[in-house]
């Protein structure tokens, strides 16, 4: 019998090792890592384009802030007659956010798998290995140290190299990256 994740991880080995063999530093593959992270970006913003409709999302959410702040001046007002109109409506208003909330969750159920497979290949190869040195700067504005400190009481231990992050955080910052320029690219009027 086969051994599934072994079938997975040999799959996912034929199509990212091309990549890390391609990278100037294979025993610290940060641009690997940021070809994946362009990947699933692209596979995600994708997903959000063709399965949520954007034009309704941004809707439900123009009549939201508009609610919020008709409320919000009829309250300054003591207006109680308006506050009650705007409170029922406000019901609607949830119902149209439960739709949205659900629609966002599309995407996700198309991706989820995909983006678990990849996690798995890049944990499992010598990317874990990864360390990527950032400017003091970028550092201290990523929150790293806060991230080292979370890590070193749930793993143990202790971040050594400073100012260095490990494989997971640089795709978080590559992913976003990525994400916001596919996201401008495509054509999406919001930023998340």
């Known amino acids: 019998m086969a051994d599934p994740f072994g079938v997975i991880y040999q799959a996912l080995n034929t199509v990212f090792n091309p990549i890390l063999a391609l990278d100037p530093n294979p025993t ?46 009829a309250q300054k007002k003591g207006d109680g007659k308006k506050i009650a109109e705007l409170q029922a409506r406000q019901t609607e208003m949830m119902q149209d956010q439960s739709k949205m909330m659900s629609n966002q969750f599309k ?7 995909p983006i678990i497979l ?31 400190a979370i890590g070193s009481v749930i793993y143990g231990g202790k971040a050594t190299i400073p100012y260095g992050i490990g494989w997971l955080l640089w795709y978080m910052i590559c992913t976003f990256g990525m994400s916001q320029i596919l996201r401008k690219f495509l054509g999406f009027k919001q930023g998340f």
């Open 28 to 73: 610290n593959p940060a641009l690997t890592v940021l070809i994946i992270a362009f990947i699933v970006s692209l596979i995600t913003t994708i997903a959000n384009k063709y399965l949520v409709d954007q034009d309704e999302m941004n809707e439900i959410q123009a009549r939201s802030k508009k609610l919020t702040s008709e409320l919000r001046e």
């Open 107 to 113: 995407p996700m159920i198309v991706t989820f798998v």
């Open 118 to 148: 990849i996690f798995f290949w890049m944990r499992t190869s010598t990317i874990s290995n990864l360390v990527v040195l950032l400017p003091p700067s970028v550092y201290w504005v990523t929150l790293t140290p806060v991230w080292h």
